[in-house]
């Protein structure tokens, strides 16, 4: 643990996630409780009602929390391996998070500020989980000869 | 015996270097493996995502809904059933919201068996607009449909041909054909929608959501004919949520 907070861009990216399950659980539950989310931008209701907003039986919100989930999972395994997922993980939200943002700006013709919100924190994910997978590793020490 | 030893110390740093060098570009190529590796996984996931999302979003069918449900029923403008049935429930939609369609689809047919038909229940449907300007062309369309007593066979036809919100779907040839399947005039259809008549019923409805205080759709009051009506609050568009909720009022009713 103590070596994760040592850390910086895993630090980062755990307080992201964090906030990325906060964003996704809030709208999760709104959708499930069929209520209006607090909203700013006036596009809120507009995206919530479009047929977008749902895969198969699966509201987008419900797997926004899954991925975040999945990342947070992933910043805890050690070694490469784990940075890999976390980069998988994150490029899969971030790929998304462009079609997402596409179709509010072009298609439901709406902005919600949640999903923006959701998409930027995304992005700085992504960011932050290729910086730690392409960093130099520290060089390893010669063998004794 | 000192220019061999330190020969000796260059070649194994050599050596060490070598290593070194050779270790670090099998790191870097595992590592943009893994990257390889990642990026088509999260291809394939991302585009699997969009086809399902693109394919979910919208039909243009030619489906004809469920016109014969309201055989029999008294219609008037908006209003579906016995005008003196004890209690009224006043939907508000929009015709391109897909949760609309789907109650229209799953959870309106039981009701209309069940408390329409019998008349202990009336119903008002009011179309708001807030989608986009397909919505407006909707709206408008239906409340001229009302203006043929056939409203209900209107919207349900509408709702079953639903396609991707204000893809710009809802032409001309859509509206014309919709009243033909809901067995309304089209030519009177199309003629009634640009009165002031209809502009006004789609105002009405707008007001009645603001001061009821609807925010999304589908949304339901309930209450005594005549009377006050209050929210109905449903978690799930299941025909139970709605049977409890009417049949509690029906029983305060008597």
Known sequence: MSRLWADRPTTVATILTLVGIGIAGYLTYVHYEGLSPV???????????????????????LLGLIGYV????????????????TFMFTLTGFAFSIYL????????????????????????????????????????????? | MSSRSESKKAAREARLAAEQEEAAKQRR???????????????IIVVALIVISSSDSGDDGSDSGDVALFDGIPQSGNALGDPDA????????????P????????????????????GD???????????????????????????????WQWTDTAYARQGTENSGYV???????????????????????????????????????????????????????????????????????FEDAIDQQLSDAK
């Open chain 1, 39 to 61: 909203c700013t931008t006036g596009g809120c209701e507009r995206v919530q009602a479009s047929s977008y907003s749902e895969i198969g039986p699966i509201p987008v919100a």
């Open chain 1, 70 to 85: 999945l990342i947070l999972f992933s910043l805890f395994v050690p070694g490469e391996l784990g940075r890999a997922m």
């Open chain 1, 101 to 145: 943002t596409y179709l509010e700006l072009f298609v439901i013709d709406a902005i919600c500020q949640w999903c923006v919100g959701s998409a930027v924190v995304m992005t700085l994910l992504f960011i932050a989980s290729a910086v730690r997978l392409l960093r130099p590793a520290a060089p390893a020490r010669p063998a004794p000869g």
């Open chain 2, 29 to 43: 190529q595992r590592t943009w493996s893994l990257i390889g590796g990642a990026v088509l996984l999260a291809a």
């Open chain 2, 86 to 97: 004890p209690l009224t429930m006043v939907e508000f939609a929009d015709l391109q919201c």
């Open chain 2, 99 to 118: 949760f609309c369609k789907e109650y229209t689809a799953n959870v309106l047919p039981d009701l209309v068996e069940k408390y329409v038909k019998s």
């Open chain 2, 121 to 151: 229940l009336r119903m008002e449907l009011n179309l708001l607009t807030f989608i986009g300007p397909d919505s407006q062309t909707l709206a408008a369309s239906a409340y001229a449909a009302g203006d043929q007593d056939l409203m």
């Open chain 2, 171 to 241: 032409d001309s040839d859509f509206i014309d054909s919709v009243s033909e399947a809901a067995g309304a005039d089209p030519e009177q259809v199309n003629q009634e929608a640009g009165s002031s008549a209809v502009s006004q019923e789609i105002t009405k409805a707008a007001d009645a959501a603001q001061q009821a205080g609807i925010s999304s759709t589908p949304s339901f009051l309930i209450g005594p004919t005549g009377g006050d009506l209050t929210n109905l609050d449903v978690q799930q568009l299941e025909t139970s949520q």
